[in-house]
């Protein structure tokens, strides 16, 4: 009798124990996620910084050319490296999208990032225009794939050269 109730009593820490480390595995993914849209948006606002201030200049901006320019606060990451990418349209779009598709929130948390912006979305393969997770068809056109490879899922952040 004792054996069932140790046993009932191991059973349940175990499961306590294991729903415990899901929540905080769910919590960790949820700060890396919100952490790649707030860099997103820094590495944003440098593009649209550099071709400002270079009218006339090329489809693209590297990261040597954006850090080059100073055009990235001190502390952060994007100092070293990045996983997001640039193209600006010759009607002055400016397309901002990772490299390579990323967790499905990033979409959704970018959105929220830009207070629900219109210009805020996911690439989907065979779509033509922006799609976002609140709006869905945004009706903002995507350059196409002979331009450019976005790849599938990949969060994208419109902007306007101005």
């Known amino acids: ?5 140790i046993l009932s ?6 499961g306590y124990f ?3 480390i899901q929540d905080n595995l769910t919590h960790a993914e949820s700060a890396k996620t919100t952490i790649l849209a707030r860099d997103m ?3 944003r606002d440098a593009v649209i910084a550099y071709f400002a201030s270079h009218p006339g200049s090329a489809h693209t901006v590297s990261l040597q050319n954006l850090r080059d320019a100073n055009l990235f606060p001190s502390w952060s990451p994007l100092n070293s490296a990045s996983i997001w990418a640039n193209y ?12 390579a ?15 629900n912006s219109v210009m805020t979305g996911v690439f989907r393969r065979g779509d033509t225009t922006l ?11 995507l350059p196409s794939q002979a331009d450019l490879q ?11 050269d101005s």
Request: hydrophobic residues 45%.
């Open 18 to 20: 294991t729903l415990n």
């Open 88 to 99: 600006r349209a010759s009607d002055g779009t400016i397309y901002i999208y990772a490299t």
């Open 9 to 14: 009593i191991m059973i349940a820490a175990g």
């Open 1 to 5: 009798m004792w054996y069932i109730a």
């Open 101 to 115: 598709p990323i967790s499905a929130e990033l979409g959704q948390e970018i959105t929220e990032l830009s207070s």
């Open 41 to 43: 948006a820094i590495y």
């Open 131 to 141: 799609q976002s997770p609140v709006f869905g068809d945004t009706g903002i056109p």
């Open 150 to 160: 976005i790849p599938n899922a990949s969060p994208v952040w419109v902007a306007v």
